[in-house]
């Protein structure tokens, strides 16, 4: 199934590929002989052995990873940083992660390093944000992450028992969506910089809760998509360097989730 996620967009490329795991080189029997079978002979050698290849465990330590690794900044971030210097931080850092969330999507990069440093930048957004907002609503943190991991796990739910179904409509409207969503919050975002106004989407009116709940069901879709890639991947017996891809997107999607939800629950905080 072909998708135009940028994010896991390879995953399903590569899957399209036919892949051989019949070795050459192999002895067989016949009529009670056992012949050696020259390599090479009736089917291409394998080009990556069991070990190497994706799996639903290799995919899911991947992610646990990297979540690992942003919680872990989240959690320094909000020990180190003084609350006078929280917005110069995130901001820098949410600059910082998107320029480098751009490039591991659309370069499709695989190399832990990196990916590792993505995560450790959206950790250091994350905390700074967080204490930001904790600062102002006691709980408010606590609040939207049993609400951002319930929404995963329920999706995760429906997912497995196909009551959401990934079809090529469904991803081609989600993705659509999501990328139109995108482009609107940038565009809010710079012109809140020059205004210095947060504007209609994100004042905590009635348009900013109604852009919210729409975020949130989107990024909430987007698990399912990323679901059917991961397992389109290992299906294919793709090799193992795929699994970070998968990793990546479910990661961007909790930080999108997380941060909508926050915000959610802020507007309703309002004196």
Do not use: H
């Not at 940038?186 to 009116?205: E, H």
């Amino acid at each position: 199934m072909k998708s135009s996620n940028p994010v896991l967009g390879r995953i399903t490329a590569a899957a399209q590929q036919p892949t051989y795991t019949v070795p050459g080189g192999q002895p067989y029997s016949y009529g009670g002989q056992t012949y050696q079978q020259p390599a090479g002979y009736g089917y291409p050698e394998t080009v990556q052995s069991a070990r190497d290849v994706m799996t639903i465990d290799d995919v899911v330590v991947k992610t646990v990873s990297l979540i690992g690794a942003a919680v872990a900044a989240a959690a320094a971030t909000w020990i180190l940083v003084p609350t006078q210097a929280l917005v110069p931080t995130w901001i820098a850092a949410m600059l910082v992660g998107l320029v480098l969330g751009l490039v591991i999507s659309f370069a499709q990069i695989t190399n832990p390093v990196i990916l590792f440093t993505y995560a450790l930048v959206e950790g250091v957004f994350l905390g700074a944000v967080s204490k930001a907002f904790e600062t102002r609503w006691n709980g408010i943190v606590l609040q939207a992450v049993i609400a951002t991991l319930g929404v995963f796990f329920i999706m995760a739910a429906l997912y497995r028992a196909r009551i959401i179904r990934a079809t090529p409509k469904f991803m081609k409207v989600v993705i659509g969506a999501a990328a139109g969503l995108a482009v609107v919050m940038l565009v809010n975002f710079g012109i809140s910089l020059f205004t210095g106004s947060a504007g209609p989407l994100r004042d905590g009116g009635g348009i900013a809760i109604i852009f919210s709940l729409i975020c949130i069901v989107v990024a909430a879709l987007m698990f399912v998509i990323s679901f059917q890639q991961i397992e389109d991947g290992i299906a294919a017996g793709l090799p193992r360097k795929y699994g970070w891809l998968g990793a990546f997107g479910i990661l961007v999607e909790l930080v999108w989730l997380y941060l909508e939800i926050l915000r959610l629950i802020s507007y309703f905080q309002e004196d």
